[in-house]
């Protein structure tokens, strides 16, 4: 029987958005509430008013909807770490949905995420002209007839292709919109089912090149940290083998083809026993659930609004899933893991850089590098490592600017879950601190 603590999470794309998303959660939890706010924080616009009471067309703006997306995908995380708190053999976002599940790993901020994403989103825009590209998607047809009609309708100036494998039995195909409306006819005129998508671009076509340079001369801004677990690129269906070929993936994912088909399969041959989707709507839940394997236990769920929340923490507890499969959970390992978590989700209102340099992304680093290393050695960490996990919660906390009472609120949270094991070293640092 599969260990149901073998968990990925999944994080949505473009086509998933609608007025209202994230606002069931921002509801109920005061950490989704962060999210938000930061977020317009960081755009210096009312993100939160866009999704929450926007116009629909505004909001399948791709410069909109990239961050838009990311905002609520980053809300559910947090929601789904303070509340459950297990974390993930592995992960992958559709799309635009790897920057989520980047920042979710710990590989990217939230903050850094925000601005790429939303210039990503201007890029595309600005290389797709209105009208001239399209995308739809095409189910209950054979993919090699999907591949020959592409070939017969692209031509040097008029191209289209399949842009993302989504299941066995699903694809999309994007490019100019005279050939992908052609497709999608001689499909449909040969039973397949097709919808044109609500998005504003040809996204992984051609038609994205010029965008594709733009990005890539973004992302060299950027270090992207070794992730928390592994992520899975859309561009070879695999984790990533270095964190130094991130920005090289992310650029080619542009005109690339989404492999989603082939990373659920790689998630399906890691016995994975279930997946969370973390984001509006359950688009990926329902593909996933379309192409699992034959004979496979795996549950596929999805967390937006409190009543998820509840019922995923139903299935995890009556499996008996709460610590890594197989393995005993180290007390102090458990209470550093908390504290980096509580750093990551903290919403920053400092933007004096050299500040967060030092008082954030340092110490953050520093205490990440030793849990690493005593979690790859199954070592318990000593009373003065657990202190420099908390100390390093207490200076981020205070150069990110936290309220006092959110402060105080954390730590005693913190110094609460250390409370509740037994190890002297935990008693010994809870004092100390």
Known sequence: MKEMNRIALLFPGQGSQYVGMGKRLYDEYEVARETFEEANDVLGFDLKGLCFHGDLSELSQTENTQPALLTASVAAYRVYMEQIGIQPLLAAGHSLGEYSALVCSGALTFAEALKIVRLRGQYMQQASLAGIGKMASISQYPLDEIEQLCHFASTSEQQVRIACYNSPSQSVISGHA??????????????????????????????MEEAEAKLKAELQKYT????????????????????????????????????????????????IAVTIELGPKKVLTNLLKASLHNGSSLQAMALESKEEVEMIKQALHKSGASKPAGEKEIPGLAVIASCIAAAVSTKNRNWDSQAYQTGVAQPYREVKRMYELLESNKQEPSAEQIQLAIRMLQTVLETKKAPVEQQQAMMAKIKERAALFGAREVKEAVGVC
Do not use: C
């Open 178 to 207: 005279s050939a992908v409306q052609q497709v999608a006819a001689e499909a449909a005129k040969a039973g397949a089912k097709v919808i044109e998508l609500n998005v504003s671009a040809a996204f992984h076509s051609s038609l």
């Open 224 to 271: 992207f940290n070794k992730p928390n677990w592994p992520i899975i690129s859309n561009v070879t269906g695999l984790p990533y083998m270095e964190s130094a070929d991130v920005a090289e993936l992310l650029t080619r994912q542009m005109v690339y083809p989404v492999l989603w088909n082939q990373s659920m399969d790689y998630l399906q041959k890691q016995a």
